[in-house]
């Protein structure tokens, strides 16, 4: 069995509203069928004992597993931390890439990112705990670029990639090097494991992070394209009210349909395989 799980999660940092508390919108979601929590890392480490303590509770009474979701730029006190309050409850610990740049143009900073995943690499030895890059690498040339500085993780099974479905539609509208790939071919293409997808759509002309329809994802595409690839990690639907002016009490609805709009698709392409 690979580290990680497979699942349906759910960002619940996008849906904070005041007099609300963290488990309150986990058991929500949790009632909504979902399976799995995805956090930003400051969820976790601001809570107090016992907060961290009413957190584990509640996902150890619903039976559910958290994702944490951070910045290539965070700390490795940070990334101990989370794994401390977690515990065996987190399967996933993945980061937004850093860039760096210089007179020649914009990079990855692969120096800090790949001193980071090392971190975390070290951190959880002897755990089931899958991490990773956002949308890093994304194909093989990527890959073979940053190889010698990856080289001391691409040996460890734990190390994979999320695979953002929205940035994939933005690439393959906005970049040449991606217009002529189809979604299963984008897919396709990523050289790690996809331990995680975040699922959201968009019009191909910015980061809306909508519910299904609010752009042109082809989203019964991008299933098939995952389950032939393989695909076995967490589904993430990651909606973001704030991202195309809407509200978690508009927005929340939609984490249900979409939900279930998106195991039927995953299940559909799996039995159609």
């Known amino acids: 069995m690979m580290p990680g799980r497979t699942g349906y999660a759910v960002s619940v940092w996008n849906f904070g509203e005041d007099g609300t508390t963290l488990p309150q ?28 303590a009413e957190l584990r509770r509640v996902l150890d009474e619903r039976g559910l597993f958290a994702t944490v979701h951070g910045s290539s730029n965070d700390s490795r006190d940070m990334v101990a931390c989370v794994l401390d309050a977690l515990e065996a409850r987190i399967v996933n610990l993945t980061f937004d890439a850093t860039m760096t740049s210089t007179s020649v143009g914009t990079f990855y900073d692969i120096e800090r990112m790949a001193a980071l995943l090392c971190d975390v690499e070290e951190l959880s030895r002897g755990t089931e705990l899958a991490f990773g890059v956002e949308d890093f690498p994304l194909d093989a040339r990527a890959l073979d670029h940053y190889r010698e500085r990856l080289a001391p993780l691409l040996t460890c099974p734990r190390f994979g990639m999320l695979l953002d479905i929205g940035h994939l539609n933005l690439r393959r509208t906005q970049n040449a090097y991606f217009s002529t790939q189809s979604e299963s071919e984008y897919i396709a293409n990523a050289p790690l494991r996809i331990i995680e997808a975040h699922v959201h759509d968009n019009d191909g002309t910015r980061d809306s992070h909508g519910h299904f329809g609010f752009g042109n994802i082809d989203f019964a595409a991008v299933a098939c394209g995952l389950v032939r690839a393989g695909f076995d990690g967490v589904s993430t639907i990651e909606i973001c009210p704030a991202f195309h002016q809407s509200t978690p009490a508009v927005s929340k609805p939609y984490t249900k349909k979409n939900l279930d709009q998106w195991r039927d698709l995953m299940e559909g392409s799996a039995r159609d395989r």
């Open 25 to 52: 919108l986990v058991r929500g979601f949790a009632d909504m069928g979902y399976d799995g929590m995805s956090f930003l890392p400051h969820q976790i480490t601001t809570l107090d004992r016992s907060g961290v």
